[in-house]
């Protein structure tokens, strides 16, 4: 079964500090996605990234990295230069690519990020 | 482009009545996921419906039900609603193509559903 461990509930930084969310995952199978979403108040889930079992390549896009290790079973999102703006729940979440399943999301339970004026 | 709608935005239903959720998908998209999300917890898979058909179910019981229509939008059924269904109900929708897993989901703002 699939799971994915959010270790992380709360995060408090001041603005232009940087912060790294830790994501842990569990899976028997060899193909699968990770994703990062974020929820800001308003409720509603924000793709951040998606990224296949095949590509450990990290990722960088403006103020936001990725850091993906197998060895590890890591899934780790760095915000550089963090601002108010990223004040929000982020979402790890796991799809397996399991012939014949749903395309499911497995989420972990969140980190609630707050970034300080 | 229109992004995934969902309405009602918010809902407040008395224990034991039934409730019915919509959702229109991405333009484009044929699949369509529903996803419970209790306060301060992560969503929780409902159901997956590709082109009109369900294509996976999460750990819901049978009062949890669904369609999907021919213009890919979809409705979720609740029947005898208890306390514990209060949650948001996320709907996904993604284009439904190449492999399996492959497809990113992407969110509606969500339906706040209180149970009284």
């Known amino acids: 079964a699939q799971k994915v461990t959010q270790a992380q509930t709360e995060i408090s930084v001041v603005e232009k500090e940087d912060v790294t969310l830790d994501c842990v995952y569990e899976t028997r199978d060899t193909t699968y996605y990770l994703f990062w979403y974020k929820q800001p108040p308003s409720g509603e889930l924000v793709f951040l990234i998606r990224?296949?079992?095949?590509?450990?390549q990290n990722e960088i896009s403006g103020r936001y990295s990725w850091n993906f290790q197998k060895s590890t079973s890591s899934f780790n999102f760095t915000i550089t230069a963090s601002q108010v703006v990223d004040s929000a729940v982020y979402f790890c979440?796991?799809?397996?690519?399991?012939?014949?399943?749903?395309?499911?999301?497995?989420f972990g339970s969140g980190t609630q990020l707050t970034v300080l004026p | 482009e229109t992004g995934v709608t969902q309405s009602p935005t918010h809902l407040i239903k008395t224990r034991g009545q039934q409730v019915t959720l919509r959702c229109s998908s991405q333009?484009?998209?044929?699949?369509v996921s529903w996803y419970q999300q209790a306060l301060g917890q992560g969503p929780q898979f409902i159901f997956q419906?590709?082109?009109?058909?369900?294509?996976g179910r999460g750990n819901f019981p049978p009062r949890f039900s669904g369609l999907q229509f021919p213009n890919y939008s979809s409705e979720l059924n609740v029947n005898a609603l208890e306390l514990d269904d209060s949650a948001l109900y996320l709907c996904?929708?993604?284009?439904?193509?190449?492999?399996?897993?492959?497809?990113?989901?992407?969110f509606g703002p969500g339906t706040r559903l209180t149970v009284l």
């Open positions: 333009s484009g998209h044929n699949t």
């Open positions: 419906y590709y082109r009109e058909e369900e294509n």
């Open positions: 990224r296949n079992s095949f590509d450990e």
């Open positions: 979440a796991l799809s397996e690519a399991a012939t014949g399943s749903a395309r499911q999301l497995t």
């Open positions: 996904a929708s993604s284009p439904g193509t190449g492999v399996l897993g492959t497809d990113t989901q992407y």
